[in-house]
């Protein structure tokens, strides 16, 4: 007998228990009634009874309102009151002996009056507003002017849980949102959903459910895990955003009970989704926590980082990303059907990109599309970018991506700058044969980051030669203004910086520190709690920067301001110098792109403007569109005027040792 089956043999077994009670309930409002009416009662009490034990025995297994009876602990006055409101949506006799007790054409409805003088084994503690029957909502009582003569009438998700019918209560629609369906796990996620599914197993036996909290950076695949681990408890699993948690707090109360009742009339479990939450909004913050503490059953967090709950058991768990062996067989799996001998490429990917299996699926989907698009494409190259672009989403909200272009022959530097820069994108490219095959990195997890500072003067290149490293690597490159993530507030500075590496750190990119004299100024005596947090988190973004698996490159305009103790533990340190005449001769000469019309341009004569490279640019910049708007080729006296602009914006004066001769 298949499920299909079975189910049809209870729906029919359920219809005819259900009718049974609802006879006997009917039976004795209508010998109450004729009790009124001084009119002889009906005998029938008896024969009803046995056909409700006959029906009893008939069910496959427990009724829809044996089970609400004894999931709520409801006595046989509330039981029958249950059935009387129930009999008035299901039976129309109900409402017609409803009028007949009342004596009222008007008052064809069941009051809390007629149920105590009626039903047997009253007892007021039923109508109570802590009574089961209020306080889960089975029954609603309507306007009036009395208590006791107001309409009752039973909650929607009730009467349809009595007939058999499941579903989520409407009014938490829109609300909680079933969890769609989610991809396999890696073997390393499923011994966790294994491990919190028997700690649920274990806790059931004693009625004490832990709420667990799952904890990292990547969604899906916390969502994979929690819906794992109901599976095996063979649980449905509902989400909910934080966001929407209400503020209020009686529609927190009211959205607590309902999800509650939900629990005990279905075998489900509740993932409060904390992953988006502003941890600056406190309100909000408390609200959240009300309603997990105080929110019964299954009960799954996932979150960036542990929330704080006094009031309740919760077992933490970090959801670390898949291996680097996970991640192969996932890309294996992955590319099989396309590029099944890209062995030796799916190495790369994984030493670059530290994904969890879904972004892995994005990526080789978003390949496939353009594979298809451009079949004679490099598969590793689309690959490549295909991780790059899937790797963004999350770290294009904190900070700026810079596009980079340019080579080593654009960077106007000492050579031996050049060969500073050279090895840091040596350090990038070959950190993995030696960290992981050469053993570097089991000796110690400590120093194994990569992180450079940049010194120079405003417009001397640095940025340019983060652009270059970039190029080269073909890696984004993200810039992050220090004086807009350092915080006055205690504790908020560490957090902004969490986010960025926490995000960075699935693409490896590089990232581009503007300002680092606000955060590494030279340490001063510690007089309160602002200074000893200052040094905080000075050492907490070194921390961060020595475990990250990317670049981070600090720039700095003065690195007199830097506190020698700070520079012991960044890698790199690359002066960019003021350029000289020749640098700056050489730097006139690549500013122009080739397709620029010029005419009679002496990069020499330029090369006297004692201007940084920045400079240069926009001096070379403001002289095209002058010539563009005159419609002749860049000549001297378009420069000379940009030069003029750039030297008054500077606050400069413009000698004529600079510009003496040009025309």
């Not at 025995?57 to 309102?65: K, T, V």
């Not at 008035?88 to 409402?95: K, Q, Y």
């Not at 989520?168 to 969890?179: F, N, S, T, V």
């Not at 010194?455 to 890696?475: D, F, I, M, Q, Y």
């Amino acid at each position: 007998m298949n499920a299909t089956t079975i189910n049809r043999n209870w729906d029919d077994a359920n219809y005819r228990y259900l009718s049974a009670a609802l006879a006997v309930v009917r039976d004795i409002l209508e010998n109450y009634a004729a009790k009124v009416q001084n009119q002889p009662q009906e005998k029938d009490q008896e024969n009803l009874l046995q056909a409700l034990e006959e029906a009893a025995a008939a069910m496959p297994a427990p009724s829809a309102l044996e089970r609400v009876c004894t999931m709520f602990s409801l006595s046989l006055f509330e039981r029958n009151l249950l059935l009387l409101c129930a009999g008035m949506e299901l039976n129309g006799d109900f409402a017609k002996l409803c009028a007949m007790m009342h004596g009222d054409s008007q008052r064809a409805y069941p009051t809390l009056s007629l149920a105590l003088a009626a039903l047997p084994d009253v007892h007021w503690d039923a109508i109570a507003p802590n009574s089961l029957l209020r306080h889960w909502r089975l029954i609603q009582i309507g306007d009036g002017h009395a208590l006791t003569l107001s309409p009752l009438r039973i909650d929607e998700r009730i009467l349809h849980y009595l007939t058999g019918i499941q579903y989520l209560d409407e009014r938490l629609a829109g609300i909680i949102e079933p969890l769609q369906e989610v991809s396999d796990l890696v073997p390393s996620h499923q011994d966790l959903a294994e491990r919190v599914a028997a700690i649920w197993s274990q806790a059931y036996k004693v009625n004490s459910l832990p709420i667990i909290q799952l904890c990292s950076n990547e969604s899906v695949s916390k969502r994979a895990i929690a819906a794992t681990i109901c599976q095996l408890h063979d649980l449905s699993l509902w989400v909910m955003p934080a966001q929407v948690i209400p503020l209020l707090p009686s529609d927190l109360d009211n959205l607590i009970r309902l999800w509650t009742r939900e629990t005990i009339l279905s075998k489900c479990a509740l993932l409060i989704d904390c992953n988006e939450l502003d941890t600056n909004d406190t309100a909000r913050l408390n609200a959240i926590a009300r309603f997990i503490e105080r929110t019964k059953g299954f009960l799954i967090v996932t979150s960036r980082e542990r929330i704080g709950l006094s009031q309740r058991l919760v077992v933490n768990f970090d959801v670390d990303q898949p291996s680097s062996k996970e991640q192969g067989v996932v890309w294996q799996d992955a590319l099989s059907t396309i590029a099944p001998q890209m062995n030796g490429q799916v190495k790369i990917l994984v030493d670059q990109f530290n994904l969890s299996a879904a972004t892995i699926r994005a990526a080789c989907a978003e390949a496939v599309g353009q594979l298809a698009q451009t079949p004679e494409s490099d598969i590793s190259d689309i690959l490549w970018d295909a991780c790059r672009v899937q790797a963004r989403p999350r770290l294009d909200e904190l900070a700026q991506r810079i596009e980079p272009s340019g080579d080593w022959e654009d960077l106007v530097l000492p050579e031996a700058q050049k060969q500073i820069l050279r090895e840091i994108a040596a350090h990038v490219r070959q950190r993995s044969t030696v960290y992981n095959n050469w053993g570097f990195g089991g000796k110690s997890a400590r120093g194994l980051g990569i992180s450079a500072l940049f010194a120079g003067a405003s417009g001397t290149g640095k940025t340019l030669g983060a652009e270059v490293l970039a190029h080269k690597l073909r890696l984004d490159l993200y810039r992050i203004d220090l004086s807009s993530v350092v915080s006055k507030y205690i504790g908020e500075t560490e957090k902004n910086l969490r986010r960025v590496f926490d995000a960075a750190e699935q693409g490896g990119v590089i990232l581009l520190f503007d300002e680092a004299d606000a955060l590494f100024g030279k340490r001063s005596e510690v007089k309160d709690a602002r200074d000893r947090y200052a040094n905080i988190e000075v050492s907490y973004l070194l921390q961060r920067m020595e475990s990250y698996p990317g670049l981070a490159v600090l720039t700095t305009n003065l690195k007199s301001a830097i506190d020698t103790a700070f520079l012991r533990r960044i890698r790199f340190v690359v002066q960019f110098p003021f350029p000289d005449t020749t640098q700056r001769a050489e730097i006139w000469r690549r500013v122009f792109p080739a397709e620029t019309p010029t005419a009679d341009l002496d990069a020499l004569q330029l090369a006297r403007l004692n201007v940084a490279g920045g400079n240069i640019r926009n001096i070379a910049l403001n002289a095209a569109f002058l010539a563009a708007d005159a419609g002749e080729a860049v000549q001297m006296k378009h420069v000379l005027r940009a030069a003029q602009t750039e030297y008054s914006k500077l606050e400069k004066p413009l000698t004529d040792a600079e510009i003496g001769g040009w025309m």
